[in-house]
């Protein structure tokens, strides 16, 4: 395969259209020497999709922004659910169950041990399924609201199989934890948007992709017929 040819596929790839355009148009006017009618046509047609590659805009700078942005979007939210889950150890550190060993109904309003086994899972794969994610949102605010309601005394209204009472000498640090709470609301309330968000992005960075890939295909299919001289 000719070296212009070679050079114009790499910088397709790497949308670099403008500097591809001209290497195929290079490579046009070099063929447009030969005397064979279908160098000639095969001419005619590249000098054409390279004029068509030159009116495409410059989607090298939209990938890279992209790529930085939905980086830097996956990071905050590993940022942010880390944050949550540390906030949440806090108040385990802090109280103790009820009963010796505790048993986790799936409607127990304590879902700790449920989230622990999500984190874990979000730990292995950097992301929560998609198709759970309302679930384990609804179940994070349930789980901040169970710490809230933390009280020193074991009482009728908290005698369950997996209710907790603070720690003696931990209300302080309890009521360090509670004023928090309006702050990680909002952190968990943060998570399906910002899902949403990296999402869009990563749907566009593919789009642009797609868009570049086809563009070969189409040089390609362009170059099928002649390739054995190209």
Same mark, same amino acid.
């Given at each position: &395969?000719?070296?212009?040819?070679?050079?114009? /596929?790499? $910088?397709? $790839?790497?949308?670099?259209?403008?500097?591809?355009?001209? !290497?195929?148009?290079?490579?046009?006017?070099?063929?447009?020497?030969s005397e064979s009618d279908s160098d000639l046509d095969t001419a005619? $047609?590249?000098?054409? /999709?390279?004029?068509?590659?030159?009116?495409?805009?410059?989607? #090298?700078? #939209?990938i890279e922004n992209l790529n930085a942005e939905t980086e830097e979007l996956i990071s905050t939210l590993h940022s942010r659910i880390d944050d949550i889950f540390r906030y949440f150890e806090s108040?385990?550190?802090?109280?103790?169950?009820?009963?010796?060993?505790?048993?986790?109904?799936? !409607?127990?309003?304590?879902?700790?041990?449920? &989230?622990? +086994?999500?984190?874990?899972e979000y730990l292995t794969k950097k992301a929560f399924d998609q198709y759970k994610l309302k679930?384990?949102? $609804?179940?994070?605010?349930?789980?901040?609201?169970?710490y809230i309601s933390l009280s020193q005394e074991r009482t009728f209204a908290n005698y369950h199989f997996? !209710?907790? +009472?603070?720690?003696?000498?931990?209300?302080?640090?309890f009521v360090e934890l509670k004023n928090k709470q309006q702050q990680y609301k909002q952190i968990i309330s943060s998570i399906e948007k910002s899902y949403?968000?990296?999402?869009?992005?990563? &749907?566009?960075?593919?789009?642009?992709k797609t868009n570049n890939n086809a563009l070969m295909i189409s040089l390609e299919n362009l170059l099928?017929?002649?390739?054995?001289?190209?």
């Open positions: &395969m000719h070296s212009l040819i070679i050079s114009s /596929f790499a $910088k397709i $790839k790497n949308c670099e259209y403008t500097s591809a355009a001209s !290497d195929l148009m290079a490579f046009a006017k070099e063929l447009s020497n005619d $047609k590249i000098a054409k /999709f390279s004029e068509f590659l030159r009116e495409q805009p410059n989607t #090298k700078i #939209k108040f385990e550190e802090i109280s103790l169950y009820t009963v010796e060993r505790p048993v986790f109904p799936v !409607d127990s309003e304590n879902q700790y041990p449920f &989230m622990l +086994i999500a984190y874990n679930e384990i949102i $609804k179940r994070l605010e349930n789980q901040l609201a169970f997996a !209710d907790k +009472i603070i720690k003696k000498g931990k209300y302080a640090s949403k968000t990296i999402c869009k992005a990563s &749907m566009d960075l593919s789009s642009l099928a017929e002649s390739r054995h001289r190209i």
